[in-house]
């Protein structure tokens, strides 16, 4: 296993940090996950653009181009054997000299860190014989700009952990009745043949598959709506589906304690997921 660190590639044990960095300090620091299938990133200019505005969003400088990235994500790819792999990457605001909330003047040179994960087979892949997931839902304890991909992920971690010890793989968030997105997951529902997803707004990450389900859902003529979603509508749904780069589209088959539909993934989900895997290849 190799993995990137501000310039060098390295095994993950030589790969050391200062205490000082302002990532470990005060999670000020900012990150995406790009997929790659057959070592071919996917959707790499939008998980850029993303890239680019959050570190703009927080003030950090982007220490690397568009083409720089790429190379360095390709590298570390091959680096690490190709195949379907995920590439985790992030860029802190760096060490400053002392711990101090405010940002260090003049500004200290970013952190650059990377690593690849396998992505397991997604369940869209073989939709006939998908079984689909479980969730539950919290209350969204977050703040108030989850538009930016930040690594300050405690919350997310918090609700993540109460839906594994409840049984189930994702925790659905409300916020005033209605529905944001998963802790690390977009949110789909389906309704009398109508699919509907929450907006884009500063209430959740604009999802680079989220995006590519909107679109594909445009493509192929499947009835789509951007809207609110509100808890009654969301246990009242047809089909549920959670969207990630590392998990694609993910059909939900029990909420709490009730099912969803008929306890199986549910057609509009299985035509999504065709269109999705056609998509990729
Ligand atoms: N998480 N919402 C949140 C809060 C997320 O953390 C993620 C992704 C998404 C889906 O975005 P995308 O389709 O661009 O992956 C939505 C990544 C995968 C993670 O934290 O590992």
Known sequence: T????????????????SPMDRGFL?????????????????RFE?????????LA?????????????RERCEQLLRANGGGNLSVYLQVTRGAAEKRDHAFPSPAVT????????????????SPETAVGARAITLDDIRWARCDIKSVSLLPNSLLRQQAVAAGASEAILLRDGFVTEGSASNVFIAKAGTIATPPKSHA???????????????????????REITEMQLRQA?????TSSTKEVVPVIQLNNAIIGNGMPGPLWKALAHHYVQHKR
């Open 57 to 69: 969003e927080v003030d950090i400088r982007n220490p690397h181009s568009r083409a720089q990235w």
């Open 2 to 17: 190799q993995v990137y660190l501000n310039g060098a590639f390295m095994a993950p044990a030589d790969a050391t940090i």
């Open 238 to 242: 047809d089909e549920i589906w959670i």
């Open 110 to 125: 970013p952190t650059v860190f990377m690593m690849t994960n396998p992505i397991a087979i997604p369940a869209a892949d």
């Open 26 to 42: 005060f999670a000020d620091g900012i990150y995406e996950v790009i997929p790659a299938y057959n070592g071919v990133l996917f």
């Open 204 to 226: 959740i990450l604009g999802g680079i598959t989220r995006d590519l389900v909107v679109e594909l859902c445009h493509q192929h003529g499947l009835a789509l709506e951007e």
């Open 46 to 54: 939008e998980h850029l653009i993303r890239l680019e505005r959050s």
